[in-house]
C-alpha cells in the first residue's frame, strides 16, 4: 500500500508528509526567538533610516516603528503566538506587525533582507554576552583578588606533576587564576571592539539600489561603523567563533580551578572548605559533602568547547555568501552562552563563599622536602657552589631524611657536614617554609609582598 502524500522510496513509515519534515527542518523560530528583542530593534532603526532617507514615508515609519513596540510587548510578555509555518523570528515578527498595522508592513524590508537581518540580530544578542561575559569575569577575578589579599602570607605547597615542588603563598595561587582570566578578559573585550560593525543594509549578498544610509542604522544599533563588505557581512560568522572560542579557553580555566577546588576539598588534602552554599551531601553516606559545582564547572568546557567545533565545522568550506547551514549557528551559542555565564557566576559564589584553611595549608607545605631548593641556593649563594653541585649534595640529604622518615629541618649539622663540609648552622635559616617564600621576591614571585603587590595592581584596573 502506497501512500500518495508521502515519499515512494521511504515514506512508508512516516506518518507526517515531506511538507511537514520539510518545515521541521527548516524552521528556527524554536530557538531563534530569543533575538526578538534584538530583531525588533534593528527593525525600528531600518525603518527610521528608510524615513530619513525618504525611502519611505514618515507616517509609514511611525506606524511601522509604534507596531514593533506592540510586538515587543506582546512576545516579553508571553502573550505571542510562534508559528513554525513563518520559519523564522524575523517572518514572525512582520506577519504579526502586518495584522497590527496593516499595509505599511510591508514596505519595512524594503533595501534589506533576511540575511543582513539575522546577522545583525546575532551580532546583537552575541555582543550583549560579551558585555555579560566581562561583567562576569570582573565579578570573579574581583572574588580572587579579595581571597588573595585576606591569605597573601599563608603558606601552602606549590606542586608540578602535582607532586610537591616549593612552598607557595594562597595569595599567588590565587593570583594565578586573577592572571588567566584577566587574559580571558582581555579576550573578550577585544573581540568586542572586532566584531561591532553593522551588517544591517548588506541585502541579500550584494547591497541595494535604494539610497540607504547604513551609518545611520550602525550608529543607532550602537555599532562603530558599517561594515565594508556586502559579501563578506552576510556570511561572516567570525564573531560567533570568536564568542565560542573565547569562551572555550575561559571554559578551560575554570575546569583547572574547579579541579582544585575538587581536590583540595577532599578529605585527603582539607586545603579548603567549601560553603554549604555551594556542595551537596549524599543520600547514602552521611559524612559526605560532595564538591558538585565545582564538578559541573569542570565538565562545562565539554560542552561549550563542543559548541566551537561545530560551528567550526559548519562553516568550514561554506562558499559566499549566506548558506542556510548557518542557522545552525545560534543553537550551539546559546547553549555555550548559558552554561558560561552560569559556571561563572557559581565559581565566582563558591569563591567568595570559601575558606581556605590555614593551618592545613601550612601543615602541607613544609612536608615532602619543600625547601629543597632553598638548601641547594644557600650553597650556591654563601658556599659558591656550583648549583649542580648543590643539587647533588641536597639530594643526599633528602635521601637521607627520607631514611629516616623525618623533614630536612629535623636532620642535625652533623648529618649536613657528614654530606658536605662547608655547611653551617646559618642553613637552618633557609629551611623553614615561612623564609623560603618571603626569600622569593623576584618580580612575580610568590613571596607575600609580590603578591600584595600584584593585588594592588589588579584592584587598580577592576577600579
Ligand atoms: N532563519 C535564518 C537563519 O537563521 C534566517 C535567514 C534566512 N535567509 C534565507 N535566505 N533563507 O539563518
Not at 54 to 71: F, K, M, N, Q, Y
Not at 347 to 371: H, I, P, Q, W
Not at 434 to 445: C, D, K, L, W
Request: with cysteine.
Amino acid at each position: 500500500m502506497t501512500d500518495k502524500t508521502s515519499n515512494q522510496m521511504w515514506g512508508g513509515r512516516f506518518a507526517a508528509g515531506p511538507d511537514a519534515i520539510m518545515e521541521a527542518i527548516n524552521a528556527s523560530i524554536g530557538f531563534d526567538q530569543r533575538m526578538a528583542a534584538q530583531d525588533i530593534a534593528g527593525s525600528r532603526a531600518h525603518a527610521a533610516m528608510l524615513a530619513a532617507t525618504g525611502v519611505i514615508t514618515d507616517s509609514d515609519a511611525d506606524a511601522i516603528r509604534e507596531g514593533l513596540l506592540t510586538v515587543l510587548s506582546e512576545i516579553e510578555s508571553g502573550n505571542f503566538q510562534f508559528s513554525t509555518a513563518l520559519e523564522d523570528i524575523h517572518m514572525n515578527v512582520e506577519a504579526r506587525l502586518k495584522e497590527i498595522i496593516g499595509e505599511p508592513a510591508g514596505r519595512l524590508h524594503t533595501g534589506r533582507s533576511r540575511n543582513d537581518q539575522v546577522a545583525t540580530d546575532f551580532k546583537l544578542w552575541v555582543r550583549d554576552q560579551f558585555d555579560a561575559a566581562e561583567k562576569g569575569l570582573l565579578a570573579l577575578i574581583g572574588a580572587l583578588v579579595d581571597q588573595a589579599e585576606a591569605g597573601a602570607d599563608w603558606v601552602m605547597p606549590g606542586f608540578t606533576h602535582l607532586q610537591t615542588a616549593q612552598p607557595v603563598t594562597w595569595g599567588h595561587h590565587m593570583m594565578a587564576y586573577v592572571e588567566m582570566f584577566g587574559r580571558d578578559l582581555s579576550r573578550v573585550r577585544d573581540a568586542r571592539k572586532r566584531m561591532n560593525e553593522s551588517p544591517l543594509g548588506s541585502a541579500a549578498l550584494a547591497g541595494t539600489s535604494f539610497p540607504i544610509d547604513r551609518e545611520m542604522t550602525a550608529e543607532a544599533l550602537g555599532f562603530d561603523r558599517p561594515t565594508a563588505n556586502s559579501l563578506d557581512a552576510v556570511s561572516d560568522r567570525d564573531f560567533a567563533l570568536e564568542f565560542l572560542s573565547t569562551a572555550s579557553i575561559c571554559a578551560m580555566h575554570l575546569s583547572r580551578f574547579a579541579e582544585e577546588l575538587v581536590i583540595w576539598s577532599s578529605a585527603q588534602f582539607r586545603f579548603v572548605t567549601l560553603s554549604d552554599r555551594f556542595s551537596t551531601g549524599s543520600s547514602i553516606m552521611p559524612q559526605k559533602k560532595n564538591p558538585d559545582a565545582a564538578e559541573l564547572i569542570r565538565a562545562k568546557v565539554g560542552r561549550i568547547f563542543g559548541a566551537n567545533t561545530a560551528l567550526m565545522m559548519v562553516m568550514k568550506g561554506l562558499p559566499l555568501a549566506y548558506s542556510k547551514d548557518m542557522q545552525e549557528d545560534k543553537e550551539q551559542v546559546f547553549d555555550a552562552a548559558d552554561n558560561w555565564m552560569l559556571a561563572l557566576a557559581a565559581m565566582e559564589g563558591m569563591v567568595k563563599d570559601m575558606t581556605g584553611n590555614r593551618e592545613s595549608l601550612a601543615a602541607a607545605a613544609g612536608s615532602g622536602f619543600s625547601t629543597a631548593t632553598d638548601l641547594a641556593d644557600w650553597m650556591v649563594r654563601v658556599l659558591k657552589v656550583p648549583f649542580r653541585d648543590a643539587h647533588h649534595v641536597t639530594g643526599a640529604l633528602v635521601a637521607m631524611a627520607e631514611g629516616r622518615g623525618v623533614d630536612l629541618p629535623d636532620l642535625t649539622l652533623e648529618d649536613m657536614k657528614s654530606v658536605h663540609e662547608g655547611i653551617t648552622e646559618d642553613i637552618f635559616s633557609v629551611l623553614g617554609v615561612e623564609n623560603s617564600v618571603n626569600s622569593r621576591m623576584s618580580y612575580g614571585g610568590t613571596a607575600p609582598a609580590q603578591v600584595r603587590a600584584q593585588v594592588a595592581r589588579w584592584k587598580e584596573i577592576l577600579g
